[in-house]
């Protein structure tokens, strides 16, 4: 069993590797072949300043070489530095915008996942009742809408018209409103899953066996339920991380948040090669990490994956 | 003497088709210690009566009106506390499919300890004995390593034996088994119902033994009793049934053994369909399949003949070669169906007795 478990970590840890590599080098040929380079829109520049600036960043070395070189760098978590913001490294950059976004994203998944939960608990309890209606019809519409229709209208609503909220999402209550918007679609997501899975859960048999063995309606929602009907929400998990990621690109951009997506659409329209690499591979990495970690759990609440 | 009197047992399904009656006026009594046999093809109502012992039934279904007695303690419309403490205590009940009974994300000690400590002041050390003990009692090979085990570990004879294990641990007065082996291998069948009447002699429960195999009506039960569309149609000792079986269903149940041949008498259907619950016809039920239905039996429901104390049947079949014998006088009939009428129509939702 120990063995087996360690083995499967291994494979899994390998096969994470394997796709980052893969990430690193689509990355760094789609950037090669975008036409247009980082000191294109420099007006006033010469042939000559231009080749000199080129070979600086190493920009005139042959394809496979640049590559090889970045490949090494990046083995040894050395991203380079900005072309476009002087004097300041690519970690520098990430970690900068991470503090904003990291904070951003956790609060959005644990929030996602928690009234997710409660949500659709609440509403396969009460099945057929209002609150059970209630709360389809708004996961469905929160489902269906997109996160930049749902920050358009909750930025005229509480910043505009109520000016509760700050527009710029510099401060600690300009955060909020980032963070429900980035929450709402998968805790609407998770609501209608863990709605659908209670209620398939409470069907089967074995909950008729703990009933039938004398325990409270309580105990049976609690124990023998809900943790049956928490493994489709642990699957969802993964993906539910790579959306908050992708999706905050989008909410922190319209809410004026200083995050990563701020850093990352600033590097693309610079072509600030080294910025967007970087900030391309941690956001990979954060997104295949958060898929290992939840496959781990995944194993812990449900005892019958076998690991192959 | 009996420990559970059921009386007049009407439960429904209110589902948006209609009122799908699946039990309609059932009554039977447990003695201590003897093995009550319930016999009756798919979708009789025999499960629905035993979840409706338990008060395990799920929306839509609901007791309607009858009386559940246990040691003279009415369970209808009692607390919730109360029920509680009579299921897995009192009275427990194994189920058709093993491979879903059991909550596939906690060990088989998890389980067995939540019923364990559920009705006995045992603390987790004690349980976790009781437990490992059921287990070596129920037959299964190093208890102490299977106690840790999770269900998909374990084949369906063994599921089957710890939900046995598990049914057992508080020494209930009644097991009910819901076709405990119908979902198993026959060498598997063999295996559980042996287990089962071992475990009978030795711990002196009582059992309600649910089964649509007459063979194991034959081999485990003291009296029988016969289901059709959720009326008991012929009730009696084992002898009485096979000996001498008075409604046309069982007859026919009886006739469909397979003779001869070296399997257990699984039961053949009767040709026709199972009843239509939700339309049931105003006379006899199963008078659509009888070969023997005559016109009375297609609209006026039959009237309880007894033959001995203990056998009775509600045929128009058996009441006609009463009357031809003499043993009754069509007035009496005409007599007893009036009372009958009286009774049916105002007895369901009084929820009152029966009268015997
Ligand atoms: N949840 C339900 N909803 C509607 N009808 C049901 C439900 N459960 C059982 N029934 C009906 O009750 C009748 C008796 O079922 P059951 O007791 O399970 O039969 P069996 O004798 O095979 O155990 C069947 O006709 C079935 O259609
Ligand atoms: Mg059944």
Redesign the interface.
């Known amino acids: 069993m120990g063995s087996k478990l360690l083995k499967y970590i291994l494979k899994r840890f390998i096969l994470m590797i394997v796709t980052i590599w893969l990430i690193i080098t689509i990355t760094f040929f789609v950037m090669q072949a975008t036409p247009g380079g980082p000191f294109n829109s420099e007006k006033a520049i010469s042939e000559e300043q231009m080749a000199a600036m080129e070979a600086k960043f190493g920009l005139d070395k042959p394809l496979m070489q640049q590559y090889g070189i970045y490949l090494l760098n990046v083995v040894q978590l050395e991203f380079g530095s900005s072309i476009k913001m002087r004097g300041r490294t690519v970690i520098e950059i990430i970690g900068d915008g991470f503090k904003t976004s990291g904070k951003i994203g956790l609060i959005a998944a644990v929030l996602a996942i928690v009234s997710g939960v409660f949500f659709g608990a609440l509403a396969a309890v009460n099945r057929g009742r209002w609150g059970d209606k209630i709360i389809q019809v708004l996961s469905t519409a929160f489902v269906a809408t997109p996160s930049f229709i749902i920050s358009t209208i909750l930025l005229l609503i509480f910043c505009v018209q109520w000016q509760v909220f700050p527009a710029n999402g510099q401060t600690a209550a300009g955060l909020i409103l980032p963070i429900f918007t980035l929450s709402l679609y998968p805790m609407a997501y998770i609501t209608r899953l863990e709605r659908s899975s209670l209620l398939d859960v409470l069907?089967?048999?074995?909950i008729?066996?703990?009933?039938?063995?004398?325990?409270?309606?309580k105990k049976v929602l609690f124990k023998?339920a809900l943790?049956?009907a928490l493994i489709p929400v642990i699957t969802y998990a993964g993906p539910m991380v790579a959306y908050i990621v992708t999706g905050s690109l989008v909410v922190e951009k319209i809410f004026g948040v200083a995050g990563l997506g701020d850093k990352l659409i600033n590097g693309i329209t610079a072509r600030d090669y080294p910025v967007i690499m970087g900030l391309t591979i941690f956001l990979a990495v954060l997104i295949v990490v958060a898929t290992f970690i939840c496959d781990m759990l995944y194993k812990v609440?449900?005892?019958?994956i076998e690991f192959k | 003497m009996s420990i559970l009197e059921v009386r007049d047992l009407h439960t429904s399904f209110f589902t948006k088709a209609g009122e799908v009656k699946a039990v309609n006026g059932v009554s039977f009594d447990v003695d201590r210690g003897k093995v009550l046999g319930i016999v009756g093809e798919s979708g009789s109502g025999k499960s629905v009566t035993a979840y409706s012992i338990l008060q395990i039934l799920t929306y839509p279904g609901k007791i309607v009106s009858g009386s559940v007695k246990l040691h003279g303690e009415e369970l209808v419309g009692c607390s919730e506390d109360t029920i509680r403490k009579v299921r897995g205590n009192r009275i427990s009940i194994i189920f058709q499919d093993p491979m879903t009974s059991l909550n596939p994300v906690y060990t088989v000690g998890n389980q067995l300890m939540e019923a364990i400590m559920l009705h006995t002041d045992r603390d987790k050390d004690e349980a976790f004995d009781r437990a490992v003990e059921m287990l070596d009692l129920v037959g299964i090979n190093e208890p102490h390593k299977r106690v840790k085990q999770y269900p998909y570990e374990l084949s369906g004879g063994m599921r089957q034996r710890v939900m046995i294990a598990m049914a057992l641990a508080c020494e209930p007065d009644i097991l009910i088994a819901d076709e405990p082996t119908t979902a198993l291998d026959v060498t598997i069948q063999a295996q559980i119902l042996e287990l089962m009447q071992k475990l009978q002699r030795e711990l002196g429960m009582a059992i309600i033994m649910i089964t649509h195999d007459l063979g194991v009506i034959a081999s485990m039960c003291d009296d029988v009793i016969v289901m059709y569309a959720g009326k008991v149609c012929e009730k009696g000792t084992a002898d009485d049934i096979f000996y001498s079986p008075k409604h046309e269903y069982t007859k026919g149940l009886i006739k469909s053994i397979p003779y001869g041949s070296k399997k257990k008498g699984k039961l053949i259907p009767i040709a026709g369909s199972p009843v239509d619950v939700l339309n049931l016809p105003s006379g006899c039920a199963f008078s659509p399949r009888c070969n023997c239905a005559m016109k009375v039996c297609l609209d006026t429901p039959p009237i309880r003949n007894n033959f001995s104390p203990t056998h009775y049947a509600s045929c128009w079949q058996s009441t006609y070669e009463a009357i031809k014998k003499g043993d009754v006088t069509l007035e009496q009939v005409q007599e007893e169906l009036n009372s009958e009428e009286c009774r049916q129509a105002d007895s369901p939702f009084e929820g009152g007795e029966a009268d015997e």
Request: glycine fraction near 10%.
């Open positions: 069907g089967q048999d074995y008729r066996t703990a009933r039938a063995k004398g325990v409270s309606k023998h943790k049956n609440v449900d005892p019958r």
